[in-house]
């Protein structure tokens, strides 16, 4: 089978979604979890777009073994160099520059003739060549494009020494039949007896096509597919990591292509992906979504007793998804615990913290497994990895919970009483609010010191019983420093407290980020592949 490459692009295009900010040390997780996942490449940014992302991608290249690592650049001497500097310390490199290839963007964005473009092109792939020998060359909004043009543009990228084209339906434009014959064209009259030149599908998603697209291009000779995790991404977003891989994995039969994921740990950076970037998992979405695998109706119910096959095309254990129930709760010892954490793909024998539990992380999860058993009872497979995950993660440990009181309801004024473990003791603070959140944060703002704003504020059951536990996720903004943290509780008021204070941790410790300003943020995102 030909083996189809993998191009993650969720540090850099995904992170484009309106309202999304990654912290490095969020990205830095999502790159190991890309590792793990086995991707080919992994997109980690675009450096010569400020100190932040330089660092971003540097640390990227330097920490994370395995796949290649790309940083993004345009047919500019700086920005190339930023991105060889940055992507120096990589085991792999790629060097990814881009153009515009339809009329619209080269009046109006680039500002050149078609004439301009082909020889900047010739002399930026050449010189990106300096740096390295794997180069990637994309021209935006192909779909829009003059399709002669297009095929001089590439012809000109791969004489000049481009091993891998990009062809971006920028705009999620095409439709599958159109794209794949864009595909089919370029292949015959570019790449056919070049056969270390690599076609990459990259689309968006803006018409529902991108995943049908990307599989088109592999029909007609893409051998690499450019996505993200859980599909996110400007505007409608990107090609869906997950829907293409299982695509490709599931009807093997008929695209004859493979890639080299490991399925299995699809599920878990889906998840770390949401909870990362604030941005909730439709669902019925395809493959991660909450109804993936669920069959209510009674028909598909004894379809699926009878055999699974009925109504499955693949088992929720290939991406992850534990089939079997898993029953935990207040009576489970320690060594049930940690086999149910195995069982769920986590590595409890790898000391390295980034790679792996470490014991001392199993015994604190434990600890919080039997706080949250001994209110709630029996745990599902679902709500044991929604604590892990958001109780696991590194970070800072400057304020704690110690009690939490709240009063509502039957003519009382809401009214919280909180204790908190700060670097200076204890602090012990009541405060009245409009609500029992909104008391409980006046609270927990008196006692941190500190006066965010709070710019989200979204609760979710962790599974659908009215029993499951409450999984809350804030952003707070102090200055121009913006923060998300996460909760979890069997006490939805208790999950708003511990988000609260998750996402201050950040702010008072230095692994926020900056809110940029609207011309900033433009600037920020870059290109729009």
Request: charged share 25%.
């Amino acid at each position: 089978m030909r083996h189809i490459r993998i191009f993650d692009t969720t540090l850099r295009d995904g992170e484009q979604s309106p309202g999304v900010a990654l912290s490095m040390q969020q990205k830095l997780e999502i790159a190991q979890g890309l590792a793990r996942l086995n991707v080919d490449i992994i997109e980690a940014g675009f450096p010569v777009n400020g100190a932040a992302e330089f660092e971003c991608v540097s640390r990227v290249a330097r920490e994370v073994r395995g796949p290649t690592i790309a940083g993004l650049a345009r047919l500019v001497k700086l920005d190339i160099e930023r991105a060889a500097a940055a992507l120096e310390p990589a085991e792999k490199r790629r060097i990814h520059v881009f153009t515009s290839a339809s009329k619209v963007h080269l009046e109006h964005i680039l500002r050149k003739t078609p004439e301009q473009i082909l020889e900047l092109s010739d002399q930026m792939v050449r010189y990106a060549r300096q740096f390295t020998d794997d180069v990637e060359f994309s021209a935006q909004d192909v779909m829009r494009a003059d399709i002669d043009f297009v095929l001089k543009l590439y012809n000109v990228a791969v004489d000049a020494g481009a091993t891998t084209i990009n062809i971006p339906d920028t705009t999620g434009y095409g439709t599958p039949l159109e794209y794949g014959r864009v595909i089919k064209r370029i292949y015959d009259d570019v790449v056919r007896g070049r056969d270390h030149i690599h076609i990459s599908a990259h689309c968006h998603d803006d018409l529902g096509m991108a995943t049908a697209n990307s599989l088109a291009a592999v029909e007609n000779g893409a051998t690499q597919i450019e996505c993200t995790i859980n599909g996110i991404g400007e505007r409608a977003g990107n090609t869906s990591l997950e829907e293409v891989v299982m695509a490709l994995y599931v009807r093997r039969d008929h695209y004859g292509a493979a890639t080299q994921i490991h399925t299995r740990e699809l599920y878990r950076l889906s998840r770390m992906v949401e909870r990362y970037s604030g941005m909730v998992v439709q669902a019925n979405k395809a493959i991660v979504g909450d109804n993936a695998f669920a069959h209510e109706s009674g028909i598909h119910q004894d379809g699926v007793i009878k055999h699974k096959e009925t109504y499955e095309i693949m088992n929720a254990e290939l991406v992850g998804r534990e089939a079997a129930v898993l029953v935990l709760g207040k009576h489970s010892g320690r060594a049930a615990f940690k086999k149910t954490l195995k069982d769920l793909g986590y590595d409890l024998d790898n000391p390295v913290p980034d790679q792996g539990m470490t014991e001392d992380t199993v015994n604190m999860l434990f600890k919080r497994f039997k706080e949250v058993a001994d209110r709630k009872g029996v745990m599902d497979a679902e709500e044991i990895r929604a604590l892990v995950e958001n109780e696991a993660a590194p970070q800072a440990k400057l304020f704690e919970l110690e009690h939490l009181q709240f009063m509502s309801g039957g003519g009382n004024l809401p009214t919280a009483t909180v204790v908190v473990k700060t670097p200076k003791g204890s602090k012990t603070e009541v405060a009245v609010g409009d609500g029992p959140v909104d008391a409980v944060y006046k609270a927990l703002s008196d006692a941190i010191g500190l006066k965010p704003e709070l710019e989200i504020y979204r609760v979710e059951a962790v599974t659908g019983s009215t029993e499951a536990l409450g999984e809350v996720t804030v952003k707070l903004k102090l200055g121009e420093m913006i923060a998300t943290g996460n909760g979890v509780s069997p006490d939805v008021i208790e999950a708003s407290a511990r988000a609260y204070l998750d996402a201050a941790n950040k702010l008072a410790a230095g692994q926020a980020r900056r809110q940029p300003t609207p011309i900033e943020e433009v600037q920020r995102r870059g290109p729009d592949e």
